[in-house]
Nanobody, 125 residues
Framework: QVQLVESGGGLVQAGDSLRLSCAAS????????MGWFRQAPGREREFVAA????????RYADSVKGRFSISRDNAKNTVYLQMNSLKPVDTGVYYC??????????????????WGQGTQVTVSS
């Protein structure tokens, strides 16, 4: 059983930065792509960013390109989401998820099999 635990969320002002972390259990973390999604109140869960198993490939939603950066540390079984220049529209619950085995980046939620509980990010104007 794989467990994903997100941390780093909080309440910030527009223009601030946050770094989210997602710690994964298990010995095979380094062989899976990982992704971040978010869900705002009353809206469907949407793709934010993804990183390949090796870290050599990344993908971002258009809405966060140039502001967010995904990375991973396979030695620590952790994936990160650095969020800069935050906007109120970035408010939501952020989830990390495990993607395809030896996979590249994917924006489709159906490609992800394990999900964390989420961490709340609130950006005030």
């Amino acid at each position: 059983q794989v467990q994903l635990v997100e941390s780093g969320g909080g309440l910030v002002q527009a223009g601030d930065s946050l770094r989210l972390s997602c710690a994964a259990s298990g010995r095979t973390f380094s062989t899976y792509a990982m992704g971040w999604f978010r869900q705002a109140p009353g809206r469907e869960r949407e793709f934010v960013a993804a990183i390949s198993w090796s870290g050599g490939s990344t993908r971002y939603a258009d809405s966060v390109k140039g502001r967010f950066s995904i990375s991973r540390d396979n030695a620590k079984n952790t994936v990160y989401l650095q969020m800069n220049s935050l906007k109120p529209v970035d408010t939501g619950v952020y989830y990390c998820a495990r993607g395809p085995w030896y996979g590249s980046t994917s924006s489709a939620p159906r490609e992800y099999d394990y999900w964390g509980q989420g961490t709340q990010v609130t950006v005030s104007s």
